[in-house]
């Protein structure tokens, strides 16, 4: 079994093409959703109106998953963050001293997902299916090898092509497809200082959900007695930290190719 861990973003849909196109050996493509209440809006719409469409036409099974409960209901990411009696806070909100804490997002609403349907479709340990991601040259540093579950082998297509970023922009648009936005939860602790300051200039109702997602984080923290943590490196309140077009403080060493998995945000 062999199939393509798909992020919704770049990589993932550069993948898609070399798919469609018989350049790559995988024919079902799995995207965790994380919940339409936390992926970014435009991934979702990118997503409905393109890249489901172009796998049809080419015969590749594009199928969404959801990470679901013991009743067998269905959690999103932002359910989980916004529930009243959870004490741990499942993504990576920063300390005072702007260092992302530890995160189980990604490995709760993405790996064990993904991990859950391969073992339902006939993955085991001695035979474990192949989960190939999109992580291009530019971005080996986030390749890990070491396979995620027992019965998982992970792959990186695009590093064995010698693709990078660029590349893959350009496989996608010579399909005919346009370019898809950058693919995380909109209130993803990862986000670059400059993708806030798009959201709120851009998305005011996005950055107004991410303004209160850190309070009702920090009301919680606080009732346990924890100190507060945010969704920037800076130490204080997203809408005092990012104030639009003026500079809430240096931007360099702040990636969202942070989210190390390769699950996120390819
Ligand atoms: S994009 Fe960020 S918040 Fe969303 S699952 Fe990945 S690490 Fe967690």
Same mark, same amino acid.
């Given at each position: 079994?062999k199939v393509?861990s798909?992020g919704? &973003?770049?990589?993932?849909?550069a993948?898609?093409v070399? %798919?469609?196109q018989?350049?790559?050996?995988f024919?079902t493509f799995?995207?965790?959703n +994380?919940?339409d209440?936390s992926?970014?809006?435009a991934?979702l ?7 489901a469409?172009y796998?049809?036409?080419a015969?590749?099974?594009l199928?969404?998953l959801h990470?679901?409960r ?8 932002w359910?989980r963050?916004?529930k ?8 990576p +909100? ?9 995160r189980?997002?990604? %490995?709760?609403?993405?790996i064990?997902?993904v991990g859950? /349907?391969?073992r339902?479709?006939? %993955?085991?340990?001695l035979?474990?299916?192949? +989960?190939?991601?999109?992580?291009? $040259?530019d ?5 890990n090898?070491?396979?995620r579950?027992?019965?998982e +082998?992970i792959e990186y297509p695009l590093l064995? $092509? &010698? ?6 922009i350009?496989i996608i648009?010579?399909a ?7 693919s995380?939860?909109?209130?993803c602790?990862?986000?670059t200082v400059g %993708? /806030?300051r *798009?959201?709120?200039r851009?998305e005011?109702?996005l950055f107004a959900k991410?303004?209160? $997602? ?10 346990? &007695?924890?100190?507060?943590?945010? $969704?920037?490196r800076y130490?204080r309140p997203? *809408? ?7 500079s ?7 990636g969202?190719?942070s989210?190390?998995?390769g /699950?996120?945000?390819t």
């Amino acid at each position: 079994m062999k199939v393509i861990s798909y992020g919704g &973003g770049v990589q993932s849909t550069a993948l898609l093409v070399l %798919a469609a196109q018989g350049h790559i050996d995988f024919r079902t493509f799995l995207f965790a959703n +994380v919940g339409d209440d936390s992926e970014h809006p435009a991934t979702l719409a990118y997503i409905a109106e393109h890249a489901a469409a172009y796998a049809a036409r080419a015969g590749i099974d594009l199928v969404q998953l959801h990470r679901t409960r013991r009743d067998g209901s269905t959690e999103t990411l932002w359910q989980r963050l916004t529930k009243p009696d959870v004490r741990s806070i499942p993504i990576p +909100v920063r300390m005072a001293n702007g260092a992302p804490g530890r995160r189980s997002c990604t %490995a709760d609403f993405k790996i064990k997902v993904v991990g859950r /349907w391969l073992r339902n479709h006939g %993955a085991t340990a001695l035979e474990p299916a192949t +989960v190939g991601i999109g992580i291009s $040259l530019d971005e080996i540093h986030r390749a890990n090898k070491r396979r995620r579950e027992d019965h998982e +082998v992970i792959e990186y297509p695009l590093l064995d $092509l &010698g693709l990078r970023r660029t590349d893959c922009i350009q496989i996608i648009e010579d399909a005919g497809l346009p370019v898809p936005p950058k693919s995380s939860c909109f209130f993803c602790p990862f986000r670059t200082v400059g %993708a /806030w300051r *798009e959201q709120r200039r851009e998305e005011p109702q996005l950055f107004a959900k991410s303004v209160y $997602l850190e309070r009702v984080i920090n009301d919680r923290r606080a009732a346990i &007695g924890r100190d507060a943590a945010y $969704l920037t490196r800076y130490g204080r309140p997203l *809408e005092e930290a990012i104030t639009g077009a003026a500079s809430a403080g240096p931007s360099s060493g702040e990636g969202d190719g942070s989210c190390d998995s390769g /699950w996120c945000m390819t």
